[in-house]
Structure formats: structure tokens, C-alpha cells
């Protein structure tokens, strides 16, 4: 892990884009590249991943988050979402929409948009 985790730090830096995909996002956490950034992750997970990264404005309700040349995604099929979201920002909404239609995938436009938020949250 440790290896991975300094790839990850070393690799940042020259990255345009990092997209993570559920809980993906706490390995770039610890790896240090999401400081000073909004992120989210898997709500399941939330919680517990929430407490342990100072520094990170983890956002509970939200299917992807993007901040900066950081995009984090929820859940698995979230990861989809963000996917045709970057797909639309780097490449226009038609291709996205193509790529979806092609694929049969209904998508998810709106990052806000998350409906596990509540059903993960305790009480």
C-alpha cells in the first residue's frame, strides 16, 4: 500500500485530471492530494472515512464532486456519472450523450443529485 500511496502523491502533481471512483477517494486522501479540497465518497463508507482525512471538505450529498483538476465520485455507479461528466466538460455534451445512448446508460446530470446521501446517514 505504501508504494501505491507514494505513486499516487508523485504522480499528482503532473496529472490534468484525477478521477476517483467510490471509495478510491480515501486512497488519494491518503496519499495526500486531495488537502484543501471538496471531495465525497461511497456513503456507506462516509462516515467513517469522513473522520479521518483533516484538511478535506468531504460532501455527503453528492454523486461526484468536482475541485480543481479533482474529480471524486460516491458509489460505483456514481463513478459512471462522473465518468460522462468529465466526458461532457473535456469533450462537449453531445459526445457524452452519444457515449451514453451507445451504451445504454441513463445518466445521472446533476452532481447533487444522490439519493443514497440519506439512505446511508445515521441517525
Known sequence: MEELLAFVAAAYPRVKYLITVCTGSRLAAEAGVL?????TTNKKCFDEINGLYAGIDWVREARWVVDGNAWTSSGVSAGMDVTFAWIEEVYGEKVANDIANATEYTR???AGQDPFAALWTKS
Open 35 to 39: 488537502s484543501g479540497k471538496r471531495a
Open 108 to 110: 445521472c446530470v446533476h
